[in-house]
């Protein structure tokens, strides 16, 4: 399994930004990607994730800014950031497993890509 992400970078606050995981050796029929984020001095967290059934989940604090997708025939799941907060500065990792059942604990994957730096700041 190799996922790989792209997109971030330096953006003002209430900008957008989209992220892009594109993942390969994982069978769209029954891995979620999910989204983790992870800021300075704080724990990695999920943000958002995608069933293989195109069910989706948010965490609290992105829901209604944050819109996830998936494209199966090209093997990639995109994170639509919109209203970017300067607390939403951090590294945002994808994540695969199978099934989406407590889609948020990040012990669960074993499958993880080496990160995009996002920054909101004027």
């Known amino acids: 399994v190799q996922l790989v992400e792209s997109g971030g970078g330096l953006v003002q606050p209430g900008g957008s ?3 892009s995981c594109g993942a390969s050796g994982v069978s ?3 891995y979620a990607i999910t989204w983790f984020r ?3 001095g ?3 967290e999920g943000v958002s994730s ?3 059934a195109g069910t989706t989940y948010y965490s609290d604090s992105v829901k209604g800014r944050f819109t996830i997708s998936r494209d199966d025939a090209k093997n990639t799941v995109w994170l639509q950031m919109r209203s970017l907060k300067p607390e939403d500065t951090a590294i945002y990792y994808c994540a695969a497993k199978r099934g989406t ?3 948020s ?3 669960l994957y074993s ?3 080496q990160g995009t730096q996002v920054t909101v700041s004027s």
Do not use: C, V
Request: zero cysteines; aromatic letters at 12%.
């Open 17 to 19: 930004l989209t992220l």
């Open 28 to 30: 769209s029929d029954y």
């Open 38 to 40: 992870q800021a300075p």
């Open 42 to 44: 704080k724990e990695r």
């Open 50 to 52: 995608i069933g293989s």
């Open 101 to 103: 059942i407590n889609w």
């Open 105 to 107: 604990r990040r012990g």
């Open 111 to 113: 499958n993880w890509g």
